[in-house]
């Protein structure tokens, strides 16, 4: 079936770096534009950051642009989330969501079940 | 601080209808970028719910609809069940942004 897996989520000190991973399976996932969306504790749902089929096309939220950045490697399946400079506001869980890209404003139709970052020293 | 405003809470009673209300601008849906809805059980991931403001994916009861008029759009919810104790989102599009942008957020709660 369509699955999305995160993985990589950790506690990390403010200013390091961390990467996050999204495995998926069930569907071709060059056919498919990704995005990162991130809740911190007890908030509501932010988006991060989204990456094009080919991944040529990359856009940020404003809060990560220049420290976050996206990237894809569609031979093996995966998406990824590069996290630099990192500060306590980054705390949230951090879901992988796929976009068929159809429409004007993106549909996350299928989500991962999420990974914890905490950012504290 | 989203530009997409919802109200923080509904309820009603099991059978009732209510209405969650998603409130943007011209750089958003009144731009005519399509508006989502996303359904988050607690503690679990969120889950599309409509798309293109009234289109339901496989699965989803037809209890939920949803509308568009002007800068706003509406999710309804019909016949109120438990189950549908959950916190519910929009999403769009906003040009001055550039970017995806979700609403803030409403809790609906089964009395």
């Known amino acids: 079936q369509v699955q999305l897996v995160e993985s990589g989520g950790g506690v990390v000190q403010p200013g390091r770096s961390l990467r996050l991973s999204c495995a998926v399976s069930g569907f071709t996932f060059g056919k498919y534009g990704m995005h990162w969306v991130r809740q911190a504790p007890g908030k509501g749902l932010e988006w991060v950051a989204f990456t094009s089929v080919d991944g040529n096309i990359k856009n940020y939220a404003d809060s990560v642009k220049g420290r976050f950045t996206i990237s894809r490697d569609n031979s093996k399946n995966t998406l990824f989330l590069q996290m630099n400079t990192l500060r306590a506001e980054d705390t949230a869980v951090y879901y992988c969501?796929?976009?068929?890209?159809?429409?004007?404003?993106?549909?996350?139709?299928?989500w991962g079940q999420g990974t914890m970052v905490t950012v504290s020293s | 601080q989203s530009v997409l405003s919802q109200p923080p809470s509904v309820s009603g009673a099991p059978g009732q209808r209510v209405t969650i209300s998603c409130t943007g601008s011209?750089?958003?849906?009144?731009?005519?970028?399509?508006v989502h809805w996303y359904q988050q059980l607690p503690g679990t991931a969120p889950k599309l719910l409509i798309y293109d403001y009234n289109n339901r994916p496989s699965g989803v009861p037809d209890r939920f609809s949803g509308s568009k008029s002007g800068t706003s759009a509406s999710l309804a919810i019909t016949g109120l069940q438990a189950e549908d104790e959950a916190d519910y989102y929009c999403q769009s599009f906003d040009s001055g942004l550039s970017g995806y942008v979700f609403g803030t957020g409403t809790t609906v709660t089964v009395l």
């Open positions: 011209s750089s958003n849906i009144g731009a005519g970028y399509d």
């Open positions: 969501a796929r976009d068929p890209i159809v429409g004007t404003s993106g549909t996350f139709d299928i």
